[in-house]
């Protein structure tokens, strides 16, 4: 029997290490729908087609380096692509639909990708607090950064994300909204899972 569990947000705001967290606890499969947008960023940064790059994606195409900054900056312009994103739809909702439960953490699980979703959450921060964590994510992976520049990034992918015409990022309207910005990881893993074991109906 499937369950499948969208989470969305902005960037660095904590749902990939809230989405991972809540899978190992549930025992779901885990899908960071972001990597394949950065895939299909990398492939155009080396002169592909954005669409013909999407279309041809492969599991290998998510492995290496896809953090780096010019790769989420690329990731963040395909993915404005009505085209690209169609692309990758039947792909996402198939991860989802697998017995045993699937966790999906993008910008648009919960309102395009996967409506019927069982439990949703939008997890956020300020950008403050978001450009704070990616920089230190950058630093210790060995990137040169200044702080003002990674804020003004974050700034930037926010607008574009939220200005899109195509799937723009914002909560689900049933949604439960996780404020990060000053929590810890632990009580933000501990709220999301008190929500998806809510909509399981599972026992305290």
């Not at 779901?28 to 994606?57: C, I, S």
């Not at 639909?97 to 990708?113: K, S, Y």
């Not at 450009?131 to 926010?158: F, I, M, N, S």
């Amino acid at each position: 029997m499937s369950f499948t569990v969208a989470i969305d947000g902005p960037a660095a705001a904590g749902k990939g290490t809230v989405s991972r967290a809540v899978a190992t606890h549930f025992g779901f499969a885990h899908l960071d729908t972001g990597l394949l947008y950065r895939a299909v960023g990398a492939k155009v940064m080396d002169g592909a087609d954005a669409v013909e790059a999407a279309q041809a994606l492969m599991a290998e195409d998510l492995e290496g380096d896809l953090r780096a900054p010019g790769v989420a900056q690329a990731a963040s312009r395909v993915a404005v692509d009505p085209q690209v994103r169609a692309a990758l739809v039947d792909f996402q909702r198939a991860f989802a639909a697998r017995a045993g439960g699937a966790v999906l953490d993008g910008r648009d699980i919960g309102t395009v990708i996967c409506p019927e979703a069982q439990a949703k959450l939008f997890v956020t921060a300020s950008a403050e607090v978001r450009a704070a964590r990616r920089y230190r994510e950058l630093c210790e992976a060995g990137h040169e950064v200044t702080p003002e520049a990674v804020l003004a990034d974050v700034k930037e992918r926010d607008a574009r994300d939220s200005e899109r015409a195509t799937a723009p990022l914002k909560p689900a309207e049933d949604a439960v909204v996780i404020d990060t910005s000053e929590m810890s990881i632990d009580e933000a893993v501990a709220a999301a899972i008190a929500v998806v074991a809510e909509k399981r109906g599972d026992r305290a």
